[in-house]
Nanobody, 123 residues
């Protein structure tokens, strides 16, 4: 059983930056593909970025390419999401998630979820 805890959310002005962290425990971290997802009020949870267990395979949703960077440190059981050039439309609760096997963008494929961290970008 994997437990995930996000941190690093907050309020930032448009154009600013935030770095989200996801701390994992309870499993062999490198065995899990990891992803970041977000959910804005009244909207479905959507894929943001994901990477494989080794960190070599990485994928992003188009709207964050060039602005967000996902990474992981398997020695520290930690995943990061560096978010730059933030826009008001990035406002959402951000969740980290884990799954065994292949990296995927469908949130329903992920078995383990954190509690979420709020990111608010003001215009």
């Amino acid at each position: 059983q994997v437990q995930l805890v996000e941190s690093g959310g907050g309020l930032v002005q448009a154009g600013g930056s935030l770095r989200l962290s996801c701390a994992a425990s309870g499993g062999t971290f490198s065995n899990y593909a990891m992803g970041w997802f977000r959910q804005a009020p009244g909207k479905e949870r959507e894929f943001v970025a994901a990477l494989g267990g080794s960190g070599l395979y990485i994928t992003y949703t188009d709207s964050v390419k060039g602005r967000f960077t996902i990474s992981r440190d398997n020695a520290k059981n930690t995943m990061l999401l560096q978010m730059n050039s933030l826009k008001p439309e990035d406002t959402a609760v951000y969740y980290c998630a884990a799954k065994r096997g292949l990296t995927m963008t469908d949130p329903s494929a992920y078995n383990y979820w954190g509690q979420g961290t709020q990111v608010t970008v003001s215009s």
